[in-house]
C-alpha cells in the first residue's frame, strides 16, 4: 500500500496512527461519561419521542388484575347463636388483563406534565379459577353505608328510616353475580336514597354499585395527575406534584395529605440505591412508601425488592411518625389497632378500610375475629422489584384488600345485634413483570456508560502495542547500524 514510501514515511504514518488511537483513546475515555449521561438522559427524559416516554404513554409490560372475593358461609349463624364467628372462603382468582394509557396531555413551563390516565380490563378466563357467573355473598354494602350516614338522624326519625331500610334493603347481598359485584353494577333502591342526601361529605357519582362501576375505559375516574418529566434531572423523574389540581389531598393531616411520590410505573433514575421508594395509588388517596429488603436478577438484570411492612398501614401506634394517617380528633389517636387504615374519606365517607391479603401484618385481632383467613408473606406481601440506574420496574405485586366495618348501629334492626368486625370483601392484586424483550432494552441502557470505556480501552491497547512495536524496531535497527565494525574489514 506504500511501498514508494521511504523509511522516514513509513515511521512517521505508524507513528502517526498510534498516537491518534491513544488520543482517541484518552478522548473517549474523558468525554464519554458525559455523553453516555446526555444520551441516557435523552432515552430516559419523558418527552415525546424518547424511549422511555414511548414506554409510559401506554405500559408495554403485560399487567394483569387478579380480584379475589369472600364469600359469607355461615350469616345466618353468627345473627342467631351467639359468639359464632363469621366463616369466609376465599373465590378467586377472577383474571383480567390491564392496559394503562395515557391521555389528554398538557406540557407545562416547569419540567412537568398534567395528563389522565384510561385503564382497561378483559376478563382472561385461561388464567382465572371460575366464570364470572359465580355466586358471592357478602355484607350489603349500600345498605349498610345508609345505615352509616344515619346513624346520627333525629332519634324520631329513625323508626322511619329503619322500615324504609328493611323494605328496600338487606344485611346481606346474598348470590351476587362477580359480574355486577365488579364492572356492572348493582341497582339497589337506597343509593337513589344516598345520592339525595344533601351533605358535601357525600358525593356519589354513580347509579349502581360494583368495586370498578365507572372505572373501564374511563379517562377521569383516576384523576389528574401532574408529574416531573426528567428534563431538569432524572432524580426526580416520574414524581407526582399534584393530583386533581392540588399538591395535596386534602383528606389526612400534615405530611400524610401531601401527594408524593410516582404512579407507580415510572421511577427515577440514580446512581445510588434508595432505602425506600414512595408509589401514590389513587385507588385509596394515599401514599404508601415500600422498604429495601433485598437485590433480586431478572434476565440477568440486577434490581432492589422493596417491601410493605408493618409501617404502610400503622397509624400512630408502633410508629409515631404515621399517626397523621389517623382522622380522628388528634387526641383520640391512635383510633385504630394497625394494620388497618381508614379509607372513608377516600370513598365517600363509607366505613371502608384497607389492609393487606387476609390482613397480612394486622393486629392479630382482625384476624380472630373471623374463620377462614390465612394470611402469609409468600402470598400477601406488597412488594416491587426496580432496577434503580434506569428506573424500570421488573417485578410487580401490588395486593390490597378492602374491609367493610360491621358493627351495632342502635334503631335500625338489621345492625343491632351484629358483632364488632372488619368484614373483609375483596382484595385484588396487580402483577406485572418484565419481559425479555424489553429486558434485552434495558440491558443496552444499563451497558451505555461502560461501552465507551471499553472501546476507549481498545483503542488506546491498539495504539499502545503499536508504539512499542514502532520503538523497538526503531531502537534495534539503529543499534544495528551502530555497530562497531573492525578495522580490517575497513580495509578491504
Not at 228 to 244: I, K
Request: hydrophobic share 35%; aromatic share 12%; charged share 20%.
Amino acid at each position: 500500500m506504500c511501498s514508494p514510501c521511504t523509511d522516514f514515511q513509513k515511521k512517521f504514518i505508524s507513528l502517526g496512527c498510534s498516537s491518534f488511537l491513544i488520543l482517541l483513546a484518552i478522548t473517549l475515555g474523558v468525554l464519554w461519561p458525559s455523553l453516555s449521561e446526555q444520551v441516557l438522559h435523552n432515552k430516559l427524559v419523558i418527552k415525546n419521542g424518547s424511549s422511555n416516554y414511548d414506554n409510559w404513554i401506554r405500559t408495554p409490560i403485560p399487567m394483569y388484575l387478579e380480584v379475589y372475593f369472600f364469600n359469607w358461609t355461615n350469616p345466618d349463624e353468627v345473627k342467631t347463636k351467639s359468639g359464632t364467628k363469621p366463616h369466609f372462603v376465599e373465590m378467586g382468582p377472577y383474571t383480567f388483563s390491564e392496559i394503562h394509557e395515557r391521555v389528554n396531555l398538557v406540557w407545562n413551563a416547569n419540567n412537568t406534565v398534567t395528563y389522565e390516565q384510561r385503564r382497561t380490563w378483559h376478563f382472561v378466563p385461561e388464567l382465572s379459577k371460575g366464570t364470572l357467573d359465580d355466586q358471592v355473598t357478602n355484607l350489603n354494602v349500600i345498605t349498610l353505608n345508609a345505615a352509616h350516614f344515619l346513624r346520627n338522624t333525629y332519634p324520631l326519625l329513625r323508626p322511619i328510616i329503619n322500615i324504609f331500610l328493611k323494605t328496600d334493603g338487606s344485611l346481606l347481598w346474598k348470590n351476587k353475580p362477580v359480574r355486577e359485584l365488579l364492572f356492572e353494577g348493582v341497582k339497589d333502591p337506597l343509593l337513589d336514597l344516598l345520592k339525595t342526601i344533601n351533605s358535601t361529605s357525600l358525593n356519589i357519582p354513580f347509579d349502581k354499585f360494583g368495586w370498578f362501576v365507572g372505572r373501564n375505559l374511563s379517562d377521569t375516574f383516576d384523576g389528574t395527575f401532574t408529574m416531573r418529566t426528567g428534563a431538569d434531572g432524572l432524580d426526580s423523574m416520574g414524581f407526582l406534584t399534584q393530583w386533581n389540581g392540588s399538591p395535596n389531598t386534602g383528606m389526612y393531616r400534615g405530611k400524610c395529605g401531601e401527594v408524593y411520590g410516582t404512579s407507580g410505573e415510572l421511577w427515577p433514575a440514580s446512581s445510588n440505591v434508595p432505602a425506600n421508594i414512595t408509589l401514590f395509588p389513587s385507588d385509596i388517596c394515599r401514599s404508601i412508601t415500600l422498604q429495601g429488603r433485598e437485590q433480586v436478577s431478572l434476565y440477568n438484570i440486577q434490581g432492589t425488592k422493596y417491601v410493605g411492612d408493618d409501617r404502610v398501614f400503622d397509624n400512630g401506634v408502633k410508629y409515631p411518625e404515621t399517626s397523621c394517617w389517623c382522622n380522628s380528633n388528634p387526641t383520640q389517636c391512635p383510633d385504630l389497632k394497625p394494620g388497618v387504615f381508614n379509607a372513608s374519606a377516600c370513598k365517600y365517607g363509607s366505613p371502608t378500610f384497607v389492609s393487606f391479603p387476609h390482613f397480612y401484618l394486622a393486629d392479630e385481632s382482625y384476624q380472630t375475629a373471623v374463620t377462614g383467613l390465612r394470611p402469609n408473606q409468600t402470598e400477601h406481601e406488597f412488594y416491587m422489584a426496580i432496577e434503580p440506574s434506569t428506573g424500570i420496574p421488573l417485578d410487580v405485586r401490588a395486593q390490597l384488600q378492602i374491609n367493610e366495618h360491621l358493627q351495632p348501629i342502635k334503631g335500625f334492626s338489621f345492625y343491632e345485634h351484629v358483632p364488632d368486625v372488619m368484614v373483609p370483601m375483596i382484595w385484588f392484586r396487580q402483577r406485572a413483570t418484565l419481559t425479555q424483550e424489553l429486558a434485552e432494552q434495558a440491558k443496552l441502557a444499563l451497558a451505555l456508560p461502560s461501552l465507551g470505556i471499553y472501546v476507549a480501552v481498545f483503542f488506546g491497547s491498539i495504539g499502545i502495542i503499536m508504539t512499542s512495536v514502532f520503538l523497538f524496531c526503531s531502537i534495534k535497527k539503529w543499534s544495528q547500524n551502530t555497530e562497531e565494525v573492525p578495522y580490517e574489514e575497513l580495509q578491504n
